[in-house]
């Protein structure tokens, strides 16, 4: 709904770092009209968002989830409170993993670094039970994020290409796709590390950690 709000401005901060990267092969100042073409998208999308009629909309859509939200309760308590929905995330994030490993098209890394976070969150949750291991854990993770978070920028950016039309277009997406390539590299390399185990063993290890922590 207000996504176009954080979409806005990663447009020109992707394309920055993009030039930035490879300022050794280009010189920046011959992407001025992509750069211009860009920033005036941007400015379309931030209006659009914007607007009172969607910023109302939100906001009660904002308010509806908060209502609900006060009216969950947990069925359990303790370790059984938290491990279904623990094993469901880490499942659902290693399945995402192997779709992206198989079929690297974007959407599948999108929906992997969807999924990676919410392991993420789980973990940074979980850290105090035991820091010494969970705490790196979830570093390594939020690195996972990071990168996969790139891709869909440089995804964003390619597709904004698409709609502006600037001058050298094919030579920016030429860098896209290599620095695409570069992050997808690195994404698989983590994700073999962090979703090696199945779920139940994944879930496993944390209960030792929970009960350790509660002993």
Same mark, same amino acid.
């Given at each position: 709904?207000?996504?176009?709000?954080?979409?806005?401005?990663?447009?020109?901060?992707?394309?920055?770092?993009?030039?930035?990267?490879?300022?050794?092969?280009?010189?920046?100042?011959?992407?001025?009209?992509?750069?211009?073409?860009?920033?005036?998208?941007?400015?379309?999308?931030?209006?659009?968002?914007?607007?009172?009629?969607?910023?109302?909309?939100?906001?009660?859509?904002?308010?509806?989830?908060?209502?609900?939200?006060?009216?969950i309760k947990p069925s359990s308590n303790g370790w059984r409170a938290i491990s279904p929905g623990l094993?469901?995330?880490?499942?659902?994030?290693?399945?995402?993993?192997?779709?992206?490993?198989?079929?690297?098209?974007?959407?599948?890394?999108?929906?992997w670094r969807k999924d990676a976070k919410y392991v993420r969150y789980h973990i940074e949750l979980l850290?105090?039970?035991?820091? +010494?291991?969970? $705490?790196?854990? /979830?570093?390594?993770? %939020? #690195?996972?994020?990071? *990168?996969?978070?790139?891709?869909?920028? =440089?995804?964003?950016?390619?597709?904004?290409?698409?709609?502006?039309?600037?001058? +050298?277009?094919? $030579?920016?997406? /030429?860098?896209?796709? %290599? #620095?695409?390539?570069? *992050?997808?590299?690195?994404?698989?390399? =983590?994700?073999?590390?962090?979703?090696?185990?199945?779920?139940?063993?994944?879930?496993?290890?944390?209960?030792?950690?929970?009960?350790?922590? %509660? #002993?």
């Amino acid at each position: 709904m207000l996504s176009n709000v954080r979409d806005a401005p990663i447009l020109l901060d992707t394309a920055h770092n993009l030039f930035d990267r490879f300022g050794d092969r280009y010189d920046k100042s011959h992407f001025g009209d992509a750069e211009d073409k860009l920033r005036r998208l941007s400015d379309r999308m931030t209006s659009a968002a914007t607007d009172p009629e969607r910023l109302q909309h939100a906001r009660l859509q904002t308010e509806k989830a908060r209502a609900c939200a006060t009216r969950i309760k947990p069925s359990s308590n303790g370790w059984r409170a938290i491990s279904p929905g623990l094993r469901q995330t880490f499942r659902k994030a290693r399945k995402a993993y192997l779709r992206s490993r198989q079929n690297g098209d974007s959407a599948n890394f999108h929906e992997w670094r969807k999924d990676a976070k919410y392991v993420r969150y789980h973990i940074e949750l979980l850290s105090r039970s035991r820091p +010494r291991r969970l $705490e790196p854990l /979830a570093e390594e993770l %939020h #690195r996972l994020t990071d *990168l996969l978070g790139e891709m869909h920028d =440089l995804d964003l950016l390619s597709r904004a290409l698409q709609r502006t039309k600037p001058k +050298r277009a094919a $030579e920016i997406d /030429a860098l896209i796709e %290599h #620095r695409w390539r570069e *992050l997808r590299v690195g994404a698989l390399i =983590l994700g073999h590390d962090l979703f090696a185990e199945k779920p139940k063993r994944f879930a496993k290890d944390l209960h030792a950690c929970w009960r350790n922590w %509660h #002993r």
